[in-house]
């Protein structure tokens, strides 16, 4: 059975899940009711001087039949009293003393810093999470993502919460930034223990048409808020990456980010995290998800014969590169298996108008046929394919060859002009401009039947291959 118990930067957790700091964490009874359900840890909701809150404060992002595929609030930090907390954390501790409770902090003064680190450590806190993230309303005060987007500033801010830590501190980060290396930079500077990214997103999820006003709307107003939930997994995957490769931060990783399954989680673990934090998908789903995540999870890490969570964290590192490094010499090209083609043509409508021309409809069959000669393997009409394992892409190349775009420039192969002869697609077959004329009128939509004649982009013979 592997062991999925973790120690992350001397925070001991039954296992890597950890709920973010958000709603789901604001109270004991919640944080109390998560551990019975089996989570392993938990960051409470930010602590600092409570605030007052609006309403309405959430807005979603729903796509076709899925709800909340991205998910935005305008809330702010825990509007609770500290000393109310400070007793609950007390209390969840007593009750748990195995799982890992960490409390997440934000304040202004170096003075307020030392006071709450005491104040929750003497409460029992297993951790720290300085919250440098919170995209609104507490970063026109100067707090959350401001101290995020100042390495400068948010070095010394960790400066003055080591002065007096006696417990782990992490670092949480704002994605709101061009470079996230920096404030990870700065957050090991400072002398943090860990970080943790991303908190949510700057955005606005949508204008109500009739009031115009961003959602959520507040007496007929709104502002930006903070973007989250699965939509948001991609940027958190490639920042958490970014500080995993990083020589200069080099620190325990907390994955945060878009996770809802165990999927997610060990895909956040194979780019470098060694705990993961969840929030919209508990705020969706509630806490019961969690049995999925641990169970998907050990089996996972059985059949992959890995035995700890550190078996695993990093271990697709090694293969993600710079462009530059990528194969050049590698094909893919699309095929379609027949039998398990339904007939809809989106791959061919991808393929003629988003791509290179290289799908043909034939006569008496509504299955489509690649041109393989002109099919640069760009993978759009096997992600537009609504059938699983229908269009695959199947290597073309003999595996043999082996050329960077690094080496190339090395070699001085690359093109350098604008008329360049080793310009990538130069012998690339396109259709004639006219061509196109009159051909959008006689489509009709996917799935309705059609009279088609040979619409196929090219005959094969007029096909160049460089
Ligand atoms: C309603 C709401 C309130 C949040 N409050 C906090 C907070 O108080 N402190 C904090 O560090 N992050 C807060 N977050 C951000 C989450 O902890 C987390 O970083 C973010 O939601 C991304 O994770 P997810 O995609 O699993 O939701 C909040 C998020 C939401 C949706
Ligand atoms: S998209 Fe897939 S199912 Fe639809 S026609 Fe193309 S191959 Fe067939
Ligand atoms: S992989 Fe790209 S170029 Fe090739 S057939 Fe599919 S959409 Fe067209």
């Known amino acids: 059975m592997p062991d999925l118990s973790i120690n992350f930067a001397g925070i001991k957790s039954p296992n890597p899940f950890w709920l973010a700091s958000a709603p789901p964490t604001n109270s004991g009874y919640q944080v109390m009711k998560a551990f019975d359900a089996g989570w392993g840890g938990a960051v409470w909701k930010t602590l600092g001087v409570p605030v007052v809150n609006v309403s309405s404060r959430y807005g979603g992002v729903n796509y076709r039949d899925k709800r909340l595929i991205g998910f935005n609030n305008i809330e702010l930090i825990s509007d609770r009293p500290l000393a109310d907390n400070l007793r609950e954390i007390e209390e969840v501790k007593k009750h748990f003393p195995h799982h890992a409770v960490i409390a997440s902090l934000m304040v202004q003064s170096r003075e307020e810093w030392h006071q709450i680190v005491r104040d929750v450590t003497n409460a029992g806190a297993d951790g720290i999470e300085l919250n440098f993230g919170c995209p609104h309303g507490m970063c026109e005060r100067g707090m959350g993502s401001a101290v995020g987007q100042e390495p400068d500033v948010l070095r010394t801010i960790v400066e003055w919460v080591m002065e007096v830590a006696q417990i782990p501190v992490i670092v949480k980060l704002t994605p709101n930034i061009s470079d996230i290396t920096e404030p990870a930079r700065a957050a090991r500077l400072g002398g943090a223990d860990a970080i943790s990214l991303i908190n949510t997103i700057q955005s606005i999820v949508g204008v109500d048409l009739d009031l115009f006003a961003p959602y959520p709307i507040v007496d007929g107003k709104g502002t930006n808020g903070g973007y989250c939930g699965p939509a948001v997994k991609p940027i958190a995957l490639n ?228």
Not at 277 to 283: D, I, L, R
Not at 359 to 375: H, K, M, S
Not at 438 to 461: C, M, S, W, Y
């Open 239 to 466: 920042m958490v990456k970014n500080c995993a490769q990083d020589p200069y931060v080099q620190l325990p990783i907390s994955g945060i980010g878009g996770i809802e399954n165990w999927r997610d989680a060990v895909e956040h673990i194979l780019l470098g995290a060694s705990s993961v934090q969840v929030c919209t998908a508990a705020m969706h789903f509630g806490f019961g998800i969690i049995r999925e995540m641990t169970a998907g999870l050990e089996q996972y890490m059985a059949e992959k014969g890995f035995h700890t969570i550190y078996d695993m964290v990093g271990k697709a590192l090694p293969n993600v590169k710079h462009w530059e490094e990528l194969n050049l010499k590698y094909k893919v090209t699309a095929n379609i298996h027949e039998d398990k083609c339904i007939g809809c043509q989106l791959c061919y409508t991808a393929c003629e108008d988003g791509a290179h021309q290289a799908i043909a409809l034939r006569e008496g069959t509504r299955v489509p046929e690649i041109i393989e000669e002109n099919c640069v393997g760009c993978n759009l009409c096997s992600l537009v394919c609504p059938v699983e394992n229908c269009i695959t892409m199947e290597r073309t190349d003999d595996g043999t060859e082996q050329l960077t775009w690094k080496e190339r420039t090395l070699a001085d192969t690359i093109p350098t002009t604008f008329n360049d002869e080793r310009a990538g697609g130069l012998h690339h077959w396109v259709p004639e401009p006219t061509a196109a004329l009159g051909k959008e009128k006689h489509k009709t939509l996917p799935g309705k039947a059609r009279q088609i004649t040979n619409v196929a982009p090219a005959p094969h013979d007029t096909v160049r291959q460089p």
